[in-house]
């Protein structure tokens, strides 16, 4: 399977011709969309869900059956659910977004695992049940700190990480992040730049 990040949270899996996209969010590039065949979006924040590059899309886009977004014809999906898109089979795990403070924001927040083996956990840190091979983990966010990133690592042992929610890092601040993940954990942990592909 090839994995290209795209700016923040959004990545590109490909494999057989058969693309499919998870959080194309405002921040990133829309050449991240060409040729897909379905998308999946974790959540109904802006970062994480371009609703106007989507609505003229045309491809299936699933989201969580409770997030709040009705500009957008989606496929409601819930925790446990496990279904095919472009190809690929997804389950999604989870179920709300992590807490910034005094229980905001509060809204619904899936993770998912493509083909066992790839977990986009979106804005959350939820451990889904079963082991991962590729954790794309979240860098940076209000919603947490460096600390809880490192356990969310430690705590799945994937073989391949990836950092994933990084638009808000300025250089320095990446590269301090970068270190303290790949120093932290015994994961295989590696930096990709947006567009760079593995």
């Given at each position: ?32 969309l060409i040729g897909a065949d379905a998308v999946l979006v974790t959540h109904e924040h802006a970062d994480h869900i371009d ?75 939820h451990v889904p049940e079963r082991p991962v091979e590729t954790l794309l983990v979240p860098a940076q966010g209000s919603w ?41 954990t015994d994961s295989g942990y590696r930096y990709l730049a947006p567009g760079e592909s593995l």
């Open positions: 399977m090839r994995i290209t990040k795209y700016t923040h949270a959004c990545v590109r899996l490909e494999h057989d011709g058969r693309v499919l996209v998870i959080d194309p969010g405002t921040w990133s590039e829309p050449a991240a609703v106007l590059r989507l609505a003229g899309l045309g491809v299936p886009v699933y989201a969580p059956a409770d997030a709040d977004i009705p500009e957008l014809e989606t496929i409601g999906v819930s925790s446990g659910t496990e279904f095919t898109a472009a190809g690929f089979r997804v389950r999604a795990v989870g179920g709300r977004h992590a807490f910034i403070y005094d229980g905001e924001p509060d809204c619904a927040n899936l993770g998912y695992v493509v083909d066992e083996s790839v977990y986009h956990p979106g804005d959350s840190l947490m700190k460096m600390a809880e990133a490192i356990n969310f690592v430690n705590a799945i042992e994937p073989q391949r990480v990836f950092p994933i929610h990084d638009a808000q890092i300025n250089d320095r601040g990446l590269n301090s992040v970068n270190a303290w993940i790949a120093e932290s």
